[in-house]
C-alpha cells in the first residue's frame, strides 16, 4: 500500500476563514491540475483562521460538522474530475459540547459523482484530534482560550491505522508513543509554530523540529508527516518547514521556513515493517508495557512526592 | 596510575557572546519577510516611511525596507534640528544613496523652537523629547501625506533601558528592529552593508553636542547585552556577578530595566469591568 501525500504549506488571512477557504479551493483544483494522484492532503494547525485569535477563539470556532460540511462543498465545487477522492486533515478551532478545543479533523472528500459510486470511500469525518498538550507560556496562551483534548487515538483509513497530533503534543515524546501502540503507522503532525532565536544555522523552533520529528519517526518506525504554517501574524512569524520522514528518519522533502509551498511525497507503507524488522524498539516497548504501566500509574498516585 | 584524560565544560561566561550571535543571512531572509508580511500583505500598503537619523538602527531599516519594498518604494526623511550634527545629515544622505530610497528633508527647528522658546527654562531632556516627539508627529503626517507607512527603529536595548521618547520613536506600528539587542544590529548592519562610518561610530541621540548613549549608561552597549540577555532569560544579578560580571555594571543595567516596564506599555487604565479591554476583552493586534 501506497499513500500519495500532499502538505500545503500557506499563509492563512487573520480571522478570515470564507477567504482562506476559497484559498483551499484554490489548492484543491491546483492538485487536480498539477498533482492529481494526491490521496491525503495534509494542512497546518488553524489553517482557515490563523493561530493567534485569543478571545477572537469564539468568533471563528466551528464544529466538525460545520466544518466537514464546508470542506465537502468546497471540494465539489472546485474539482471536476468524476472520480474525485481526497482525504485531508487539517487544524481548526473547534466548538463541541460546549467547549472550545484546538483541534484537527481527518475527513475523507469526494466528488458527487464518486460518492454515489459504491466502489469508492464514502465521504465522511474519519476522526478529530483535541490537542492533548497546550502551550501556555512565553508567547502561548492556549489554555485560557480553549479546552484540553483527553485522548491520543489511532485511527483507521483506507491506507491504514493513522494518528493526528498538533504541535506541542509531538514536542512530548509520550504523544508519538501512545499514537505508535495504539497502531499508527502514519503521524500526521500539524503545526503553528512561531519562529524565535536566529543565532544558528536554522530558526530555533525549526532546529528543535528537526530533532524531534525524525526522532519520532526512527522510535516507532512510523511515518511522519508535518505541516507548520508560514506568515506573520502580528509579528510573530510561523516556520513552516513542512517535511515527511520515512520510518528510519530520513526527510523526504522539506518546505520553506518562510514562503508557502506545497509538497508531494510518496508514503510506502510497507517500509514501517521493513524498519521494524532491523529496530524493534515499538515491540520492545509493548513487551515491557505492564511494568511502565505500574510506574506511571505509581507515579500518577503519588505526584506531590518528596 | 593510568590517567584519564578529563574533559572539563565550558562554564559560562560573561565575556562571551554566543547568546547574542545571529545567523544575518537567515535574520535578513526573516526580516525582509516580516516588512513584506506586515505592511504590504496585512496593511495593504506598498510604501514605508523611515526617519533617518544618520545611526546605525535607522540605516539598517532603510537597507531592509528596500530590499522589502524596492527602494523606490521607500521614502527617508531627515530631520534635523539647529543642533544637529552635521555627520547625521551625512551619513543619513550616504545610506539613501547606498539604498537608491528616496530622501527628504524637514528641519524641525521652527517647529520645534515655536514651543521651546515659550520654555526657556527646559533641560536637555525637555528639549530632546519635544524634538522626538515633532519628529514623530512629521513623520505620521508625511506618511499620510505619501500614502505609506511609517516603520521604527527602536532597538531592544534602548526598549529595555527606556532610551527613548515614549510615544515618539517608539510609536510607528511596525518594527524590525525591537527583538535585536544593538550589537545584534551592529552585526546585521555590517553584513546587510550599512557604510562603515556608520556602523563604526559611537551611537548617539544627537540631541545635545558630543552626547553619546554609551556615556548617558555608564555602560557600553556589548557589556550591556550581555547582561540584559542573561537577566531576561531570567538569571539573578547573583548569578551574574558569579560568572563574572561586575556587580556595579549589573546594578546599571538593572536599574535601568526595572525602572522602565511602564515605557513598554500602552497607558494605564482604569480596570471598571469584567469586559475592559486587553484585560477581559482580548483580540490580537492583527485581528
Known amino acids: ?306 | 596510575m593510568n590517567r584519564l584524560p578529563i574533559l572539563r565544560a565550558r562554564p559560562l561566561a560573561a565575556e562571551a557572546d554566543d547568546n547574542l550571535n545571529v545567523n544575518e543571512p537567515l535574520l535578513t531572509e526573516w526580516l525582509i519577510a516580516f516588512l513584506r508580511d506586515e505592511i504590504v500583505r496585512r496593511r495593504g500598503f506598498s510604501k514605508a516611511v523611515v526617519g533617518l537619523s544618520g545611526g546605525v538602527d535607522s540605516s539598517l531599516v532603510a537597507f531592509l525596507l528596500a530590499r522589502a519594498l524596492g527602494p523606490e518604494n521607500v521614502y527617508g526623511i531627515r530631520m534635523p534640528y539647529r543642533t544637529s550634527s552635521q555627520d547625521s545629515l551625512d551619513h543619513a544622505a550616504l545610506v539613501a544613496k547606498a539604498t537608491g530610497i528616496n530622501m527628504e528633508t524637514i528641519e524641525i527647528t521652527d517647529a520645534a523652537d515655536g514651543y521651546l522658546n515659550l520654555c526657556p527654562e527646559a533641560d536637555g531632556r525637555r528639549r530632546g523629547n519635544v524634538m522626538a516627539r515633532v519628529r514623530m508627529i512629521i513623520l505620521f503626517d508625511q506618511s499620510q501625506k505619501l500614502g505609506t507607512l511609517p516603520v521604527g527603529t527602536g532597538n531592544k536595548t534602548e526598549r529595555l533601558f527606556g532610551y527613548f521618547t515614549w510615544h515618539a520613536d517608539d510609536s510607528p506600528p511596525v518594527n524590525p528592529l525591537g527583538d535585536l539587542y544593538k550589537t545584534q544590529v551592529w552585526a546585521l548592519s555590517k553584513y546587510i552593508g550599512v557604510p562603515d562610518v556608520i556602523v563604526n561610530k559611537p551611537a548617539s541621540a544627537d540631541l545635545i553636542v558630543g552626547q553619546t548613549d554609551e556615556g548617558d549608561f555608564g555602560i557600553s552597549y556589548p557589556k550591556a547585552d550581555r547582561i540584559l540577555c542573561y537577566l531576561l532569560r531570567g538569571f539573578t544579578a547573583l548569578r551574574l556577578i558569579e560568572m563574572g560580571f561586575p556587580e556595579a555594571e549589573v546594578a546599571i543595567v538593572k536599574r535601568r530595566l526595572d525602572s522602565t516596564h511602564w515605557k513598554r506599555h500602552l497607558p494605564t487604565v482604569a480596570m471598571l469591568s469584567s469586559t475592559s479591554i486587553n484585560d477581559y476583552y482580548l483580540r490580537p493586534v492583527d485581528y
Not at chain 1, 497546518?44 to 466538525?64: I, K, M, N, Q, S
Not at chain 1, 466544518?67 to 481526497?86: G, H, K, M, S, T
Not at chain 1, 516507532?220 to 513552516?240: D, I, M, P
Open chain 1, 1 to 306: 500500500m501506497k499513500i500519495e501525500v500532499a502538505v500545503g504549506q500557506i499563509k492563512p488571512r487573520k480571522g478570515e476563514y470564507v477567504s482562506n477557504l476559497r484559498r483551499l479551493g484554490e489548492m484543491f483544483e491546483q492538485i487536480e491540475a498539477d498533482a492529481p494522484e494526491t490521496q491525503v492532503l495534509v494542512l497546518p494547525e488553524t489553517v482557515l483562521t490563523g493561530y493567534f485569535l485569543e478571545g477572537g477563539v469564539r468568533d471563528l470556532a466551528l464544529t466538525r460538522s460545520q466544518l466537514f460540511d464546508d470542506l465537502l462543498r468546497i471540494y465539489r465545487e472546485c474539482v471536476q474530475r468524476a472520480d474525485a477522492v481526497l482525504d485531508i486533515c487539517l487544524g481548526f478551532y473547534e466548538l463541541g459540547e460546549g467547549k472550545y478545543y484546538n483541534s484537527a479533523l481527518y475527513a475523507t472528500l469526494t466528488s458527487e459523482i464518486a460518492e454515489a459510486d459504491s466502489d469508492h470511500p464514502r465521504a465522511s469525518i474519519l476522526h478529530v484530534h483535541r490537542k492533548f498538550f497546550l502551550p501556555t507560556y512565553g508567547v502561548f496562551d492556549e489554555k485560557r482560550f480553549v479546552s484540553r483534548g483527553r485522548t491520543v487515538e489511532a485511527f483507521p483509513t483506507r491506507f491504514g491505522t493513522v494518528a493526528v497530533l498538533i504541535c506541542e503534543d509531538a514536542w512530548h515524546s509520550i504523544s508519538a508513543t501512545l499514537a505508535a501502540l495504539r497502531g499508527a503507522q502514519v503521524v500526521y503532525v500539524v503545526s503553528a509554530s512561531p519562529g524565535r532565536d536566529f543565532g544558528g544555522t536554522h530558526v530555533g523552533n525549526v532546529a528543535r523540529w528537526n530533532v524531534l520529528l525524525p526522532g519520532i519517526a526512527d522510535e516507532h518506525n512510523v511515518w511522519v508527516v508535518y505541516a507548520g504554517l508560514v506568515g506573520f501574524e502580528g509579528g510573530k512569524g510561523f516556520t513552516g518547514s513542512s517535511q515527511v520522514i520515512d520510518p528510519w528518519g530520513n526527510v523526504l522533502v522539506l518546505g520553506s521556513a518562510i514562503d508557502e509551498c506545497l509538497l508531494q511525497a510518496t508514503v510506502e507503507m510497507e517500509d514501517v515493517a521493513t524498519a521494524r524488522a532491523s529496530s524493534p524498539l515499538l515491540a520492545d516497548l509493548e513487551a515491557a508495557l505492564g511494568d511502565i504501566t505500574m510506574e506511571l500509574e505509581q507515579i500518577a498516585r503519588n505526584p506531590h512526592r518528596a
